[in-house]
């Protein structure tokens, strides 16, 4: 059987290192994307969720929160997402809270991307989650 494949989106070459791995001990398929390049139109986020067919994207909404979570939404919303589930990471989750609402689709926001038994733990459950709608 294939394993999960998970994206990680993140503004830190180092954060989604720090995140792969427990990711992919945990056994999931792990790629990755840079913030960054999204906005900059260096990253086809479509062709790649369209390619590798990610079924969780641990996103990281970072300073300035509001300028990140518009990138955020964007992403959200192309087509290619619609089967996706996502659990955001920030360092300031309450904020992030507060902009998410009740988003469905949003499983978790995670404290901090260092917390990672918390996101692979956010991972599962989202994957789950998505097996049962």
Known sequence: MDSEVVAIINSSPDTVDLIRIPLQRAGFTVLSGYTFDIRDGRFDV???VERHRPRVLVYDVAPP???NWRLFQHVRRLEVMRDCRFVITSVNPRHVEALAGRDERIYEV???PVDLDEIVNAVKEALKARATR
Do not use: I, M, T, W
């Open 46 to 48: 479509s062709a790649f």
């Open 65 to 67: 929160y509001e300028e």
């Open 110 to 112: 995670v404290g901090r």
